[in-house]
């Protein structure tokens, strides 16, 4: 069975976390974002915190890239938040209802 040449017209784009993470801490909705997002226990909170990477990539870096739930997660764990995995893919399967 012959292989299937690699498409060279496909561009990955790939973005620096630690980038994401920084406009995080230093944009202007930074209290706002610490407050109602990253430090809040709200029951449903996990979609919030699972959403915000993707919030901050539309925002701030012009939709350059998709995140991967596992890129989502090591952002999250970057910006300290205690959250596992499978509440990171399942907030992004719930909040991905309304992106």
């Not at 596992?70 to 893919?89: D, F, H, Q, T």
Request: charged residues 25%.
């Amino acid at each position: 069975m012959a292989e299937k040449p690699f498409n060279t017209d496909t561009v990955v784009k790939f973005i620096d976390l630690n980038a994401v993470v920084r406009k995080t801490r230093e944009c202007v909705e930074a209290d706002r974002i610490q407050k109602y997002v990253l430090d809040y226990t709200w029951r449903r909170s996990s979609i919030h915190k699972s959403l915000l990477p993707l919030y901050m990539i539309h925002r701030y870096f012009s939709n350059e890239v998709d995140l991967t739930s596992g890129e989502v997660l090591k952002v999250l764990r970057l910006l300290n938040v205690k959250i596992s995995a499978p509440n990171v893919s399942r907030g992004l399967e719930t909040g991905g209802k309304y992106l």
